[in-house]
Structure formats: structure tokens, C-alpha cells
């Protein structure tokens, strides 16, 4: 079953941001807090908090709570709609780019039987 539009669109909105991939490519290695996730970027705390909030909304990423950390998840599973999505729509171009290839090849046959049909009565004429 596929997501609804409105979820694909709210997570590629949250893939479309580098830093928010690298975010996500950084949670995939582990649970990380919101200091440990903005040490490698020069942007501010608020900015990394706003990023980290498209994110949970995007539900992409979950926020917990362990004594005074706040630790962040990956929710990989969030990604698989996206997954979904792109292997249904490959699929679709397949279909048509194999559909395309049988059209040009019976294309091309009917060309070539037409010039080797032709040749012959130039001949024979």
C-alpha cells in the first residue's frame, strides 16, 4: 500500500535540505543528540532544532527522552514509502521504454522488408 501524496511530498520537502540529509545519513549510524548532530555543521542550535522538527514531521526521525538527553532516531522505516514510490514509478518506465523498444523494432523490420521489397521490383522491372 502506498502513502498518501501529502506524506511523500512532507518527506522528499525534508530530503530536499543537504544538511538534513546528512542529518539522516548521520542517525543511520545511531541514536545522536541534537548537540552531537550540529557539531559538524556552522549553523546554530535553533537552525539544527528547526531542521530536526521537519524531520519528526516528515516522520523520518523520532525524538526520546533518557534521563537529560534527548537522543534522536532514524525511523528507517519511514523511508520505505519513498522506496515504494520510486520502484513503482521505475517500473513504469520500464514498461513504457520496453513498449517504445518493440515499437521501434517492428518499426525498423517494416522499413527493412519495405527496402528489400523494393529493391527486388527495381530489379525485375
Given at each position: 500500500?502506498?502513502?498518501?501524496?501529502?506524506?511523500?511530498?512532507?518527506?522528499?520537502?525534508?530530503?530536499?535540505?543537504?544538511?538534513?540529509?546528512?542529518?539522516?545519513?548521520?542517525?543511520?549510524?545511531?541514536?545522536?543528540t541534537v548537540q552531537e548532530l550540529a557539531a559538524p555543521f556552522e549553523i546554530s542550535l535553533p537552525?539544527?532544532?528547526?531542521?530536526?522538527?521537519?524531520?519528526?514531521?516528515?516522520?523520518?526521525?523520532?525524538?526520546?527522552?533518557?534521563?537529560?538527553?534527548?537522543?534522536?532516531?532514524?525511523r528507517a522505516e519511514a523511508l520505505d514509502d519513498i522506496a515504494a514510490w520510486a520502484e513503482q514509478?521505475?517500473?513504469?518506465?520500464?514498461?513504457?521504454?520496453?513498449?517504445?523498444?518493440?515499437?521501434?523494432?517492428?518499426?525498423?523490420?517494416?522499413?527493412?522488408?519495405?527496402?528489400?521489397?523494393?529493391?527486388?521490383?527495381?530489379?525485375?522491372?
Amino acid at each position: 500500500m502506498s502513502a498518501p501524496a501529502s506524506s511523500l511530498d512532507a518527506t522528499f520537502a525534508a530530503l530536499a535540505d543537504p544538511t538534513r540529509r546528512a542529518i539522516l545519513a548521520r542517525l543511520a549510524a545511531g541514536e545522536a543528540t541534537v548537540q552531537e548532530l550540529a557539531a559538524p555543521f556552522e549553523i546554530s542550535l535553533p537552525a539544527i532544532s528547526k531542521h530536526l522538527k521537519v524531520l519528526a514531521g516528515a516522520g523520518l526521525i523520532t525524538r526520546g527522552r533518557d534521563a537529560q538527553r534527548r537522543p534522536c532516531h532514524l525511523r528507517a522505516e519511514a523511508l520505505d514509502d519513498i522506496a515504494a514510490w520510486a520502484e513503482q514509478t521505475k517500473r513504469a518506465w520500464e514498461e513504457r521504454l520496453d513498449r517504445l523498444e518493440v515499437y521501434l523494432q517492428e518499426l525498423q523490420s517494416a522499413d527493412y522488408k519495405q527496402k528489400t521489397e523494393g529493391g527486388d521490383n527495381e530489379r525485375d522491372g
